[in-house]
């Protein structure tokens, strides 16, 4: 069956470092991999699509990565801020139907 | 910047009533989607509309289930008869149109639906 993995862990990392987030799946080909953000009782907000045939994708301090070989998408926040502590999901979406399978999410806080 | 806006934000109901939670998507999107929250859990994926009639369903959008876009703003879904474990975060989202690259889902805040 389909399935996403996040780092199940909470990640702590210091102000100003990167935060790398990984994101794994198996038997699925997605053509879309998407990141968002949540925080505590809010909605998903959309922060970074990339597609299949990408490699790496920026905006401003975001960078998304996607391998499909390895069936892996790495994201990672550059000179990380206290306010982006929130969790990050990770979902995919095939090129029909625009559903997305989420994976469970990584928690990261960054301490001051 | 529009946003998806989902009411009530907090619904508790009695187990085996009927709830119905209430989405208004940005307006030039046409394609729908519920999906759902267990606490601690993933956002799990429960249908998707377009064009007035549903798309895809998962294992999950059962008989007890039904959507509706009544009057071509607001989107509901309908439980019929709850059960406890009915009791999630419940996001509407919309999007503009299908395939990737500028077109993102767009998520409300969320009903949380209490069944006791």
């Known amino acids: 069956s389909q399935k996403i993995e996040q780092n199940s862990e909470a990640l702590n990392i210091q102000e100003g470092k990167t935060a790398t987030l990984t994101c794994n799946y198996t038997?699925?080909?997605?053509?879309?991999l998407q990141w968002y953000r949540q925080d505590p009782g809010r909605g998903p907000v959309f922060l970074l699509l990339i597609r299949e045939n990408e490699k790496e994708k920026r905006k401003e301090r975001l960078k998304v990565t996607f391998d499909t070989t390895l069936k892996q998408s790495l994201f990672h926040i550059t000179a990380s801020q206290p306010a982006d502590s929130a969790t990050y999901l990770c979902a995919l979406e095939n090129n029909q139907g625009g559903k997305l399978i989420f994976g469970q999410g990584t928690e990261l806080s960054v301490k001051p | 910047e529009p946003e998806v806006t989902q009411t009530p934000s907090h619904q508790v109901t009695q187990m085996g009533q009927e709830v119905i939670l209430r989405c208004v998507p940005i307006?030039?999107?046409?394609?729908f989607y519920w999906y759902r929250q267990i606490l601690g859990q993933k956002v799990e994926f429960l249908v998707s509309f377009y064009n007035n009639e549903i798309s895809e369903k998962s294992e999950i959008f059962d008989d007890q289930f039904s959507v509706e876009r009544p009057d071509g703003s607001n989107f509901t879904l309908k439980i019929r008869s709850t059960k406890l474990e009915d009791s999630a975060m419940y996001f509407c989202a919309s999007r503009q149109g299908l395939g990737g690259g500028n077109q993102p889902q767009h998520f409300g805040d969320g009903t949380r639906l209490s069944i006791l």
């Open positions: 307006s030039n999107h046409l394609y």
């Open positions: 038997n699925y080909s997605p053509a879309y």
